[in-house]
């Protein structure tokens, strides 16, 4: 999403900011994404932010129950911002949320995905990191 301080679709003054997001605010970042959509060719794809955001604007790709998915969600993927930067990837998943999870792979066989890494941290406190080990 381009939208936010870091163009990842969060602490903006009129889209709402991390964790205080209005209806109103909700509407308008689907709206940026499917300008987006509108300006890129139909065989494209782009990436917004969040697990939680691609759910909630979106929802599935494919769904097995349920109405068929709008076709906006089969061209919206999730970009991981902050892979292996904790256990919820620095706010890609929810609230450490096992859904999003989930919910992310089912949905990546059809969209497509991305990231960056950002500081490993290891889940394991005890466990060598990249940093403690001795490279020899």
């Not at 936010?4 to 209806?23: F, L, P």
């Not at 599935?60 to 919820?88: E, Q, S, W």
């Not at 890609?92 to 995905?113: I, P, W």
């Amino acid at each position: 999403m381009i939208l936010g301080s870091y163009g990842e679709g969060h602490d903006t003054d009129n889209y709402g900011n991390a964790g205080t997001v209005s209806e109103d605010q909700w509407v308008l970042r689907r709206r940026v994404v499917d300008k987006v959509l509108t300006v890129l060719p139909a065989d494209r794809q782009t990436l917004i932010r969040t697990v939680y955001m691609k759910s909630r604007m979106y929802g599935p790709t494919v769904t097995v129950i349920g109405p068929p998915p709008k076709p906006a969600a089969a061209r919206v993927g999730v970009h991981n911002d902050c892979f292996l930067g904790g256990y919820d990837d620095q706010g890609t998943y929810k609230y450490q949320n096992a859904g999003d999870r989930s919910f992310l792979a089912s949905d990546s066989k059809y969209v497509a995905v991305g990231g960056e890494t950002c500081g490993a941290s290891d889940p394991i406190p005890s466990a060598p990191t990249a940093r403690t080990r001795r490279q020899n």
